[in-house]
């Protein structure tokens, strides 16, 4: 009997790791074929114009994603931008003054809406968000747009957002918010100095979850970005204006070519999947090592 | 009692919802002095000591009747950020922030609207020397509190209540997360600290009580798990010849 147990111990092992090693093989296969099938256009066009040749005209032998590269930067960045300060004031709200009842009402609220399809994003934002931004008056301003766009990503990262940092208020010890308030500190000091500090790690990783979702995001762009191959620029003197610019993303370029790509311009297509994929290395690997630096962590 | 008083309840009642935890609390907590607290666990020590800084105000439904006196003004009726400035507080676990140790120091004065870098600084040595800690910690103020050891973490959660210069400080079982090197340590720290300041300490530790207490509270549930004070006197008095029988009994380790 003792025998038969240790063997189901051992087989349960082994079918386990089998699993982890399973999902390790995947990641590595993902990355191996995207690189084999981006080889071509690697070896043809070369990373470097790859990167900066700022035209991209398959029929014309022009493969430059520099603007792709600044169409998701700058959508990323403009969600963040929406979204990190809403996202951190729910989740400051559900944490901490929400009482328990509200709690309960708040919260599967906003994480019904990471259960939203993404292309249903995309409607409201064709026919909500769009039509509202094209009530600016700005030379040229069709509504489609990066602005358009911010907005519906920073709907989309609001609840990996609020979640995640929510969690991590959550799990500040007691003792700190009663060490602050037996300081005559207020609610607003004990939050603000002591609970949101200490949390700070959970709430990095909050904001690159955030990000990788925002980078990744495809179908809700496509329907409200525009998705012309155009560097973003401003169309006045106000540089803000750079947001009402129409643009493309990298995973949009893909999604939209991908059916009709055939050759080097198939190639190039997954070349932009590398890339795409090397920037959400740079950022996860920039936030681990930002988490590792950030909080004091306890050592004794 | 004819010593100054510092901290007065007045038929101090305390309830928690439906439950009251404590039953008409009557006693002085003389100035310059460390009054201890004790009794067996669940009689209500913590709760009455965290009455006297409000602290039961974060418990949703806490109530209560009577009232508690700190320099003869009502706690109720004035400000909870004044009463928390005037009557600080040490937890039973080292709390320390997860800043430095600097910034925990400082972390009072900073809220109280000091920020002038020097005077903080002043205050945050003063503040280290007064809690026996500033020769362990003078060269690495800027280290985080949590690399120190939990007694140093102790001294240091002193420190930071010092800073703020209270009249009273409160001490909820501040040795009982120690080893006994470090209890001695914040030992000798209260004996001090009674020339400046008034110490209040719960302890189930009955030895710490006669050790470092000036006068001592003997807390202990009624029939409906309220707790009630049974004698409240000179810690010498109590431990030599308590009155009621039912302190007798604790002290010499019958039950509890």
């Given at each position: 009997m003792q025998r038969r147990k240790r063997q189901f111990d051992t087989a349960m092992k082994y079918s386990l790791l089998f699993a982890a090693l399973a999902s390790m093989l995947i990641v590595l296969m993902i990355g191996v074929f995207t690189f084999r099938e981006a080889l071509p256009a690697f070896r043809h066009i070369g990373l470097e114009k790859l990167l900066t040749e700022p035209v991209w005209r398959p029929g014309q032998e022009q493969y430059g994603i520099l603007a792709m590269i600044a169409g998701s930067g700058l959508v990323t960045l403009g969600s963040v931008i929406l979204g990190v300060p809403l996202a951190l004031g729910c989740a400051i709200f559900l944490s901490e003054i929400a009482r328990p009842r509200v709690r309960a009402v708040v919260k599967p609220c906003i994480e019904l809406l990471a259960g939203i399809p993404s292309v249903v994003y995309g409607l409201f934002g064709m026919v909500v968000i769009v039509p509202i931004v094209r009530q600016i008056e700005v030379p040229g301003n069709t509504g489609f747009g990066l602005l358009s766009a911010s907005i519906v990503l920073a709907i989309m990262i609001l609840p990996t957002i609020t979640s995640v940092s929510d969690h991590a208020i959550r799990s500040v010890p007691k003792e700190y918010r009663e060490g602050s308030l037996a300081m005559g500190a207020t609610k607003w000091e004990t939050v603000s100095r002591v609970v949101i500090p200490s949390a700070r790690s959970g709430i990095i990783s909050a904001v690159v979850l955030g990000l990788g979702r925002a980078l990744g995001e495809t179908i809700a762009m496509i329907m409200v970005i525009g998705n012309s191959v155009i560097i973003p620029a401003a169309a006045s003197s106000n540089p803000l204006t750079i947001f009402l610019s129409r643009a493309r993303t990298l995973t949009g370029n893909i999604a939209v070519e991908i059916n009709y790509a055939t050759g080097l311009h198939q190639s190039a297509l997954f070349a932009t999947g590398v890339i795409l994929f090397l920037l959400i290395m740079i950022v996860n690997s920039s936030a681990r090592y930002l988490m590792s630096r950030g909080g004091m962590r306890k050592s004794g | 009692m004819t010593e100054d008083v510092v901290m007065k309840t007045r038929g101090y009642t305390l309830f928690y919802g439906g439950f009251k935890a404590l039953n008409d609390i009557t006693m002085d907590i003389p100035v310059n002095s460390i009054t201890a607290i004790i009794g067996p666990s669940g009689c209500g020590k913590s709760s009455l000591i965290r009455s006297f800084n409000r602290m039961n105000d974060l418990i949703v439904d806490s109530r209560v009747e009577g009232t508690i006196l700190v320099d003869d003004e009502d706690i109720y009726s004035k400000d909870v950020v004044e009463l928390r400035k005037k009557v600080g507080m040490v937890f039973q676990?080292?709390?320390?922030?997860?800043?430095?140790?600097?910034?925990?120091?400082?972390?009072?004065?900073?809220?109280?609207?000091?920020?002038?870098?020097?005077?903080?600084?002043?205050?945050?040595?003063?503040?280290?020397?007064?809690?026996?800690?500033?020769?362990?910690?003078?060269?690495?103020?800027?280290?985080?509190?949590?690399?120190?050891?939990?007694?140093?973490?102790?001294?240091?959660?002193?420190?930071?209540?010092?800073?703020?210069?209270?009249?009273?400080?409160?001490?909820?079982?501040?040795?009982?997360?120690?080893?006994?090197?470090?209890?001695?340590?914040?030992?000798?720290?209260?004996?001090?600290?009674?020339?400046?300041?008034?110490?209040?300490?719960?302890?189930?530790?009955?030895?710490?009580?006669?050790?470092?207490?000036?006068?001592?509270?003997?807390?202990?549930?009624?029939?409906?798990?309220?707790?009630?004070?049974?004698?409240?006197?000179?810690?010498?008095?109590?431990?030599?010849?308590?009155?009621?029988?039912?302190?007798?009994?604790?002290?010499?380790?019958?039950?509890?």
């Amino acid at each position: 009997m003792q025998r038969r147990k240790r063997q189901f111990d051992t087989a349960m092992k082994y079918s386990l790791l089998f699993a982890a090693l399973a999902s390790m093989l995947i990641v590595l296969m993902i990355g191996v074929f995207t690189f084999r099938e981006a080889l071509p256009a690697f070896r043809h066009i070369g990373l470097e114009k790859l990167l900066t040749e700022p035209v991209w005209r398959p029929g014309q032998e022009q493969y430059g994603i520099l603007a792709m590269i600044a169409g998701s930067g700058l959508v990323t960045l403009g969600s963040v931008i929406l979204g990190v300060p809403l996202a951190l004031g729910c989740a400051i709200f559900l944490s901490e003054i929400a009482r328990p009842r509200v709690r309960a009402v708040v919260k599967p609220c906003i994480e019904l809406l990471a259960g939203i399809p993404s292309v249903v994003y995309g409607l409201f934002g064709m026919v909500v968000i769009v039509p509202i931004v094209r009530q600016i008056e700005v030379p040229g301003n069709t509504g489609f747009g990066l602005l358009s766009a911010s907005i519906v990503l920073a709907i989309m990262i609001l609840p990996t957002i609020t979640s995640v940092s929510d969690h991590a208020i959550r799990s500040v010890p007691k003792e700190y918010r009663e060490g602050s308030l037996a300081m005559g500190a207020t609610k607003w000091e004990t939050v603000s100095r002591v609970v949101i500090p200490s949390a700070r790690s959970g709430i990095i990783s909050a904001v690159v979850l955030g990000l990788g979702r925002a980078l990744g995001e495809t179908i809700a762009m496509i329907m409200v970005i525009g998705n012309s191959v155009i560097i973003p620029a401003a169309a006045s003197s106000n540089p803000l204006t750079i947001f009402l610019s129409r643009a493309r993303t990298l995973t949009g370029n893909i999604a939209v070519e991908i059916n009709y790509a055939t050759g080097l311009h198939q190639s190039a297509l997954f070349a932009t999947g590398v890339i795409l994929f090397l920037l959400i290395m740079i950022v996860n690997s920039s936030a681990r090592y930002l988490m590792s630096r950030g909080g004091m962590r306890k050592s004794g | 009692m004819t010593e100054d008083v510092v901290m007065k309840t007045r038929g101090y009642t305390l309830f928690y919802g439906g439950f009251k935890a404590l039953n008409d609390i009557t006693m002085d907590i003389p100035v310059n002095s460390i009054t201890a607290i004790i009794g067996p666990s669940g009689c209500g020590k913590s709760s009455l000591i965290r009455s006297f800084n409000r602290m039961n105000d974060l418990i949703v439904d806490s109530r209560v009747e009577g009232t508690i006196l700190v320099d003869d003004e009502d706690i109720y009726s004035k400000d909870v950020v004044e009463l928390r400035k005037k009557v600080g507080m040490v937890f039973q676990r080292p709390n320390p922030f997860p800043k430095s140790i600097f910034d925990n120091v400082a972390y009072g004065p900073r809220i109280h609207g000091t920020r002038d870098r020097s005077k903080l600084a002043a205050i945050v040595e003063k503040s280290l020397r007064d809690s026996a800690l500033w020769d362990e910690v003078k060269d690495d103020l800027d280290k985080s509190a949590l690399s120190l050891s939990g007694g140093q973490q102790q001294r240091l959660c002193i420190a930071r209540a010092l800073a703020v210069e209270p009249e009273v400080i409160l001490m909820d079982e501040p040795a009982s997360a120690l080893d006994p090197v470090a209890t001695l340590k914040i030992e000798e720290l209260m004996e001090k600290l009674k020339r400046k300041y008034t110490i209040v300490v719960v302890t189930h530790n009955m030895q710490q009580a006669a050790r470092v207490s000036d006068y001592t509270a003997f807390l202990l549930t009624d029939v409906d798990r309220a707790g009630n004070l049974i004698e409240f006197g000179r810690t010498s008095e109590i431990f030599t010849k308590p009155v009621d029988k039912r302190t007798e009994d604790y002290i010499s380790g019958r039950f509890g």
